[in-house]
């Protein structure tokens, strides 16, 4: 082939490198070598595409690989050894081309970018990863020293400096790169962040300032690029101006930055910035001004927006001390007491919003809420029916009713009571929103989950079982045939069939155990052998504090399966919960016969033993 037929072979094999087809532009350039084996250039660009190409590359071509490749090493399997290879022999192909042609800052430029990419392969390996990088310093600042005017040269140095965490010589570098490029507004923000990183903060407000005086050509930069660069410079110098205490000129830098790209964390750092202005500013008023309750009930809100209900408390504290019957501050008060834990003052504060608007359902929906995390389920139902009363189709007042008389704990004589009017106000939601009764949502699958435990309560098994599987997005890998309802229905003829419901009640970390123990127990009935359905029957039996029940189940399931070592921890935390101790002790060590390095029951044993003391350890071990 002629020098004219390698030529076009280098020019395509750029192309395709060009266009990230690093395999095509593999097979390019070694067409061409196997013509000119001395063309220094197609060493050089050979070595360059063989240290960005990976193992990934091959994982849809391996088959279409040309004949002659198939017994040579880039038709390997193995990906370490693979990649290992491939990056020797990129190496071998750019110390080639330099034994060839040492004067070339090209080459030495590739050389750089091998390096790098070496630097990021071994990014577990730090001892290596700083061998690699020092490595690419060494090779751009030969490459410099033979082309020192050559912008691009710089901005490889300058990525290695990044690379190193070396910002002196970042900033060096930078400066350089904006002598050589002054109407490049990428080196100019290059060269603010360096500035902005050694803490010459007024130097690099200047820099950023000097690129958004630039007019970006949108003949050599893309729309996607110009919005990138106007995107890191308006952050930048948003820091900057923080840097400098210029915390307002900063905010309106970040909402400039916004408009380019709506990162998560930039509109977390605007929203904490607005907070830090927005409190000094209520300072300085409530220091003009210490009886001013409007501006101790803002500061509230502040630190409330910011979730910090501690500092928030000491704020509304002062403005109902100058308002004292303002209702929605005792609301945002009893919430914010609630959240740490302080349920008496929460309550307190919803009283007496309640006192002054009787009539504010928001209020008896926060007073229902409040009780029923406190487990005092009778009183939020009735704030509940309160609601109710006034609007029937308030879908979270309907929820959380049926919600809490599933959890609550009521006598037998209105135990049907109470469930079947929690199933009449789930019945009354699903016929609400098209969403709720039509396909399937979140809040969907949450009203048939919870319809279902009703059900079980209510003894309708099938209903509950259907309801179930109408939330089956979810539950699906639970439940028996869940694309077919007679199916899971006939599964309930069997001890396994409700074996797999009541697993099911007890893993989703709803903590329904109640209504796991129902039909756990029916699984017991049908099959009194079921070792795992004893097992999880005591598990539920524990969790609702019947400790000796839950001692009787975990040795009726340890007489068929003694090897479960968690059964053995299970029944060892039961025993001590009865104060039984040294049968707790003996049924750790039983446990951990089994598993003998289980952290938990390790702990646990210790616990039992610290709390015997030393001449009781002695009888009872």
């Known amino acids: 082939m002629s020098q004219t037929g390698i030529a076009e072979l280098l020019r395509e094999g750029i192309g395709w490198f060009e266009v990230k087809e690093y395999l095509e532009a593999f097979f390019a350039f070694d067409r061409a070598l196997k013509l000119d084996p001395e063309n220094v250039l197609l060493w050089g660009w050979q070595g360059r595409v063989l240290s960005q190409i990976s193992y990934g590359h091959l994982d849809d071509r391996r088959d279409r690989l040309p004949a002659e490749y198939g017994n040579t090493w880039i038709a390997g399997t193995d990906p370490d050894t693979w990649w290992q290879t491939c990056h020797a022999q990129a190496q071998t192909c750019l110390d080639r081309a330099l034994a060839l042609a040492p004067a070339n800052p090209q080459l030495w430029q590739f050389l750089t970018e091998f390096w790098l990419q070496q630097g990021y392969y071994h990014n577990r390996d730090e001892e290596r990863q700083k061998q690699d990088y020092a ?24 990525e290695v400096c990044r690379k190193m965490w070396n910002k002196a010589t970042g900033l060096e570098s930078a400066e350089r790169l904006v002598q050589l490029s002054p109407g490049d507004g990428a080196a100019w923000k290059t060269y603010a962040y360096f500035l902005y990183m ?17 007019i970006l050509d ?11 660069l106007y995107f890191g410079i308006y952050l930048g110098r948003g820091r900057v101006l923080v840097a400098l205490g210029q915390e307002e000129a900063a905010l309106a830098s970040y909402e400039q930055a916004l408009q380019y790209q709506g990162y998560g964390y930039l509109r977390t750092e605007v929203e904490n910035l607005r907070h830090r ?9 409530i220091a003009t001004n210490p009886a001013d309750w409007e501006a101790w009930y803002a500061k509230a809100q502040q630190y409330a927006q910011q979730e910090d209900y501690q500092a928030a408390i000491p704020c509304y504290d002062r403005a109902l001390a100058i308002q004292p019957n303002s209702p929605d501050i005792l609301k945002e008060r009893s919430f914010a007491h609630g959240w740490i834990g302080n349920v008496v003052a929460a309550l307190a504060d919803i009283e007496q919003a309640l006192a002054l608007q009787p009539d504010n359902l928001e209020l008896w ?14 009183p939020a139902i009735d704030c509940y029916d309160r609601i109710l009363s006034e609007n029937p189709n308030q879908i979270d007042a309907l929820y959380s009713r049926a919600l809490a008389v599933v959890k ?9 009571e109470r469930m079947n009017s929690a199933l009449e106000n789930l019945d009354h939601l699903i016929s609400i929103p098209p969403e709720l009764s039509e396909g399937y949502s979140e809040a969907a699958a949450e009203v048939w989950y919870v319809r279902g435990l009703v059900l079980i309560n209510l003894e309708r098994y099938a209903d509950a079982l259907l309801s179930h599987r109408r939330a089956n997005r979810w539950f699906r890998p639970s439940l028996e045939n869940p694309e077919d309802d007679r199916a899971s229905l006939d599964a309930l003829q069997q001890a396994e069939g409700w074996y797999n419901w009541g697993h099911f009640l007890v893993c989703n970390g709803y903590e329904n155990y109640r209504e796991a123990l129902t039909l756990l127990q029916r699984a017991i009935e049908l099959d009194p052998s079921h070792a795992q359905a004893l097992s999880f029957y005591a598990y539920s039996l524990l969790k609702l504090k019947r400790y000796k029940e839950a001692v009787d189940y975990y040795e009726q399931a340890l007489a068929m399966q003694p090897a479960d070592a968690r059964d053995w921890h299970n029944l060892g935390t039961a025993h001590v919960q009865m104060g039984r101790y040294e049968e707790a002790i003996a049924s750790f060590d039983r446990a951990l016969t089994l598993s003998p390095d ?8 210790a616990d039992v033993l ?7 350890q002695e009888e009872g071990v």
């Not at 050694?198 to 630039?214: C, F, G, H, K, W």
């Not at 926060?366 to 009778?378: C, W």
């Not at 609550?408 to 049907?416: D, R, W």
């Not at 289980?598 to 044993?605: E, S």
């Open 135 to 158: 490595a690419a310093l060494k090779a751009i600042e030969q490459a410099i020293l033979l082309d020192p005017d050559n912008p691009n040269l710089w901005k490889t140095r300058i």
């Open 408 to 416: 609550g704990e009521f006598p037998a004589e209105v135990l049907v």
């Open 598 to 605: 289980d952290p938990q029951t390790l702990r646990c044993r």
């Open 277 to 285: 202005i927005c409190l000094r500013n209520l300072d300085r008023t």
């Open 610 to 616: 610290h709390h015997l003391g030393p001449n009781e």
């Open 218 to 228: 949108p003949d050599t930069n893309s729309e996607a690029e110009i919005e990138d």
């Open 365 to 378: 929906d926060q007073r229902g809420k409040i009780l029923a995390n406190t487990e005092q389920f009778g």
């Open 198 to 214: 050694m803490e010459r903060y007024d130097s690099a407000l200047e820099s950023y300032d000097r690129v958004l005086s630039l």
